[in-house]
């Protein structure tokens, strides 16, 4: 991450859960120039202590900074780019992780041809593990693009995507952790329906959806193709996953995917 260690200057707006995810990804990476505004006092010290950050207010956190983090509410970002628009650097690029916020309404509120990147992260990033979808707005250079990639790399996998492919995003990426977690819940239950005791049904969920997520991470083939593997003809999984079809599972996953989509447009108004 030497991109990241040599002389960055990032500001974090907003100390929750997400900033200091990235906070922490960042200390991690080498980032030494690192200032988070955080308006309970409370909060901003333990984040100072943990990290050996700095704390300011907003405007003073982002006068110097070259990157800056928007990681606060969507209901909050306005008054947030309302607090920083005179202090933020002419050649900065302000980084929004808020749902459903465009580019063009934060462009709107800084000084011309401020850049801004709209990125969607999901929870998985607290470990290092996320997954953002990322989106340039009007004024975003590729050197700048290309930073963000980077800085955003330390909590785990980034894809560029056109702004128009957000609401998608949030459907796969952004609310998919919670469709796993759905389906672990369901695994379990059936495990413990079928006689296990719940902490045996809870492990062995666990390790199987780790080990089939990364065999599916590390392989060339489809994920139809290594379900194929593992389904033989009149077995057990042809049995789940035949009823599984009769069920509508699969449809049902993929309306549920489809309206979370249809909802993040209607949140981005």
Same mark, same amino acid.
């Given at each position: 991450?030497?991109?990241?260690?040599?002389?960055?200057?990032?500001?974090?707006?907003?100390?929750?859960?997400?900033?200091?995810?990235?906070?922490?990804?960042?200390?991690?990476?080498?980032? @030494?120039?690192?200032?988070?505004? @955080?308006?309970?006092? @409370?909060?901003?010290?333990?984040?100072?202590?943990?990290?050996?950050?700095?704390?300011?207010?907003?405007?003073?956190? $982002?006068?110097?900074?070259?990157?800056?983090?928007?990681?606060?509410?969507?209901?909050?970002?306005?008054?947030?780019?309302?607090?920083?628009?005179?202090?933020?650097?002419?050649?900065?690029?302000?980084?929004?992780?808020?749902?459903?916020?465009?580019?063009?309404?934060? #462009?709107?509120?800084?000084?011309?041809?401020?850049?801004?990147?709209?990125?969607?992260?999901?929870?998985?990033?607290?470990?290092?593990?996320?997954?953002?979808?990322?989106?340039?707005?009007?004024?975003?250079?590729? #050197?700048?693009?290309?930073?963000?990639? @980077?800085?955003?790399?330390?909590?785990?996998?980034?894809?560029?995507?056109?702004?128009?492919?957000?609401?998608?995003?949030?459907?796969?990426?952004?609310?998919?952790?919670?469709?796993?977690?759905?389906?672990?819940?369901?695994?379990?239950?059936?495990?413990?329906?079928?006689?296990?005791?719940?902490?045996? /049904? *809870?492990?062995?969920? #666990?390790?199987?959806?780790?080990?089939?997520? +990364?065999?599916?991470?590390?392989?060339?083939?489809?994920? #139809?193709?290594?379900? *194929?593997?593992?389904?033989?003809?009149?077995?057990?999984?042809?049995?789940?996953?035949?009823?599984?079809?009769?069920?509508?599972?699969? +449809? +049902?996953?993929?309306?549920? $995917?489809?309206?979370? +989509?249809? *909802? /993040? *447009?209607?949140?981005?108004?």
């Amino acid at each position: 991450m030497s991109t990241l260690t040599s002389g960055l200057q990032v500001a974090v707006i907003g100390g929750g859960v997400m900033g200091e995810t990235l906070i922490a990804a960042l200390r991690s990476a080498g980032v @030494e120039q690192l200032t988070v505004s @955080e308006p309970q006092a @409370e909060r901003a010290a333990e984040l100072t202590e943990r990290y050996g950050i700095e704390s300011a207010d907003s405007a003073r956190a $982002v006068a110097g900074a070259t990157v800056v983090i928007l990681a606060v509410k969507p209901h909050h970002v306005a008054d947030a780019v309302q607090q920083i628009a005179d202090a933020v650097r002419s050649d900065a690029v302000v980084v929004s992780v808020a749902a459903g916020i465009t580019t063009g309404s934060i #462009e709107t509120a800084l000084h011309d041809g401020v850049a801004v990147v709209r990125a969607m992260p999901n929870t998985p990033a607290v470990i290092g593990q996320g997954m953002f979808g990322v989106s340039a707005g009007s004024s975003v250079s590729a #050197e700048q693009l290309d930073l963000v990639v @980077e800085l955003l790399s330390t909590a785990g996998r980034v894809a560029v995507v056109d702004e128009s492919q957000q609401d998608a995003v949030t459907a796969v990426s952004g609310s998919g952790p919670a469709y796993l977690f759905y389906l672990a819940e369901a695994m379990i239950d059936g495990g413990v329906a079928a006689g296990l005791d719940p902490q045996t /049904a *809870r492990e062995l969920t #666990e390790q199987t959806l780790v080990g089939a997520a +990364a065999l599916l991470a590390g392989s060339q083939e489809s994920p #139809e193709e290594l379900r *194929r593997r593992v389904t033989s003809p009149n077995g057990t999984t042809h049995a789940a996953t035949t009823t599984f079809d009769e069920q509508g599972a699969a +449809a +049902a996953l993929r309306a549920g $995917v489809a309206a979370a +989509a249809a *909802r /993040a *447009r209607e949140l981005a108004g």
